[in-house]
């Protein structure tokens, strides 16, 4: 539990090192805004309050806004991000 109480935005999380990054915070007790352009593959994370998934796409300010305030609304704050996209 390396990151309990930590709240991380992992970008690019629908798969791969991304969606592999989302599983693993989220074992080590952080909770995880995933952000991905297309976040079908996220769907196992769907009802778990530890995650939320957005769609976003981080070339565009207003969706990294979004990404960011979702954290910050949902959590209260921001501690790590992941710029995995």
Same mark, same amino acid.
């Given at each position: 539990m390396r990151l309990d109480g930590k709240v991380a935005v992992i970008t690019g999380a629908d798969r791969g090192i !991304? +969606?592999? %990054?989302v599983e693993r915070f989220v074992q080590e007790g952080a909770r995880v805004v995933a952000a991905d352009l297309a976040p079908s593959g996220l769907q196992e994370f769907e009802k778990d309050e530890r995650v939320a998934i957005v769609l !976003?796409?981080? %070339? +565009? &300010?207003?969706? *990294?806004t979004? &990404? *960011?305030?979702?954290a910050v609304e949902r959590f209260g704050k921001l501690d790590v991000l992941v710029n995995n996209a």
């Open positions: !991304g +969606k592999a %990054t !976003g796409d981080v %070339t +565009k &300010i207003d969706d *990294v979004r &990404i *960011v305030n979702t």
